[in-house]
């Protein structure tokens, strides 16, 4: 079946410093979406990419779907304390209702 | 308002015993989840409804059972309670299709002592 890794699962960054997160499915996607979940907390929807090689920006975060729409990436600039968290790719599968979440990345962030 | 709400926030119970997790959405979405979310993170789909039909039933113990009364609600009823079924469940909502963005609840934290 269809499986969405995430690497790194785990990543501590210094403040200030970038922070990237990789996700790879190994079918292709009609699209792919992108969560977080703070500590204690419950995901919370980014935001979706739908062309291939398709690239968003909010603020510090620059999300990227592959040409070949099955990967995509998350990158952070100049981390905060508040971009502590999991951040998860889901993808959703195409013509059913069902949603698969990637493995996840948890970021810690050292001030 | 809370868009989805579920309760309780927390159960602890001994291994066992019968719970239900209760799950309302006021975004009036078609389509209702069951995630699992384990202590790795990952997060797992049990169940989805669509219009309270099932459509969605992952390889799930039937000691677990999903029961949708309306659209905008979906339960998890757990029998026969095991160590391994402690995680976190979280109920999510949409509108049904593929590139609609999914609305999590805040979660029920399951201990089985």
């Known amino acids: 079946g269809q499986q969405v890794m995430q690497i790194p699962q785990y990543q501590h960054v210094q403040e200030g410093e970038d922070f990237t997160t990789y996700c790879n499915s190994s079918?292709?996607?009609?699209?792919i979406q992108w969560y977080k979940q703070r500590p204690g907390g419950h995901p919370v929807f980014l935001i979706q990419l739908v062309k291939s090689g398709e690239v968003k920006k909010q603020k510090r975060l620059t999300f990227q779907f592959g040409e070949a729409k099955k990967n995509s990436s998350l990158h952070i600039t100049a981390t905060q304390t508040t971009d502590v968290g999991t951040y998860f790719c889901?993808?959703?599968?195409?013509?059913?209702?069902?949603?698969?979440f990637g493995t996840g990345t948890r970021l810690k962030v050292l001030a | 308002d809370t868009a989805v709400s579920q309760t309780p926030k927390y159960l602890v119970t001994q291994m066992g015993n019968d719970k239900s997790i209760k799950c309302e959405q006021n975004l009036g979405h078609d389509t209702m989840y069951w995630y699992k979310q384990d202590s790795k993170k990952f997060l797992k789909i049990m169940f989805s409804y669509n219009n309270k039909e099932l459509i969605i039933n992952e390889t799930v113990p039937n000691r677990f059972s999903p029961k949708s009364p309306d659209k905008a609600h979906l339960n998890l009823h757990i029998n026969s309670l095991e160590l391994g079924d402690s995680a976190v469940y979280f109920c999510a909502s949409g509108k049904g299709r593929s590139n609609e963005k999914l609305f999590f609840g805040s979660g029920t934290q399951l201990s089985v002592l």
């Open positions: 079918t292709t996607l009609s699209n």
């Open positions: 889901a993808a959703p599968t195409s013509g059913t209702y069902k949603y698969i």
